[in-house]
């Protein structure tokens, strides 16, 4: 059973306009939330987090938003540059599990287009 | 620059050999995991390390043994592996066990393939 699920496999937007990139999640006691980039043969590369008390979160041209009641989440990237072409995952844990141990869990990714 | 470094990138080893993934983060980290990514699967935590010591052994079979002889240093011993265990190893390290504000950095992997 998956807990974190990206259900669109693939996205393709035009440079300058908005990437949409969305995430579901099923366990309430998440309560950190990250993106990840990853392009062909690198290791995917932090991009932004959320915590559970905010609802959003902005970095430059990226903005992660949180919807709690909805359990969703989803990565803005205003304006979309050819560059920002990768997969992208989004990932969450839990401080509150039993275990503690920070273990991250991951969607199965979206692939971005931006084509120029 | 990445500051999580995994060698070798690429691995091609029969069923009966035994090879090691080295894993070596220069981020002054705590913390440092290996993952497993199956061909069109989400990223699978293995094993979690602490200050060298395991925390979480996530149900994986006992021919793939984790090592952390300090907190710089990872590896990952391979044994008599199985076919479907070819997929892309990824190693990460974060400051510390706990995630709030402090994201895992991820290496570049190590893609294995077994014959």
């Not at chain 1, 709690?68 to 990565?75: D, E, F, N, R, V």
């Not at chain 2, 690429?10 to 035994?18: F, P, Q, R």
């Amino acid at each position: 059973d998956q807990q974190v699920k990206q259900n669109s496999p693939s996205l393709s937007v035009q440079e300058g306009r908005i990437s949409i990139l969305n995430c579901d999640y099923t366990n309430s006691m998440f309560d950190y939330f990250l993106w990840y980039k990853k392009y062909p043969a690198e290791g995917p590369t932090f991009l932004i987090s959320i915590s559970s008390i905010k609802d959003k979160n902005e970095d430059g041209r990226f903005t992660v938003f949180l919807n709690k009641s909805a359990k969703h989440l989803s990565l803005h990237i205003v304006p979309s540059q050819p560059g920002d072409s990768a997969v992208y995952f989004c990932a969450a844990s839990s401080s509150r599990s039993s275990s503690n141990t920070g273990k991250l869990i991951f969607g199965q990714g979206t692939t971005l287009q931006v084509k120029p | 620059e990445t500051g999580v470094t995994q060698t070798p990138r690429h691995l091609v080893m029969g069923m009966t050999n035994k090879k090691s993934l080295k894993c070596e983060q220069h981020l002054g980290h705590n913390a440092m995991y290996w993952y497993k990514q199956s061909a069109k699967k989400p990223l699978e935590l293995m094993f979690v390390y602490s200050l060298e010591e395991r925390v979480e052994n996530n149900s994986v079979p006992s021919r793939f043994s984790p090592e952390c002889p300090n907190s710089s240093h990872l590896f990952l011993h391979l044994h008599t592996l199985q076919p479907e265990d070819s997929a892309l190893y990824l190693c990460a390290s974060s400051q510390d066990l706990l995630p709030m504000n402090q994201p895992q950095h991820f290496g570049d992997g190590t893609r294995l393939s077994i014959l």
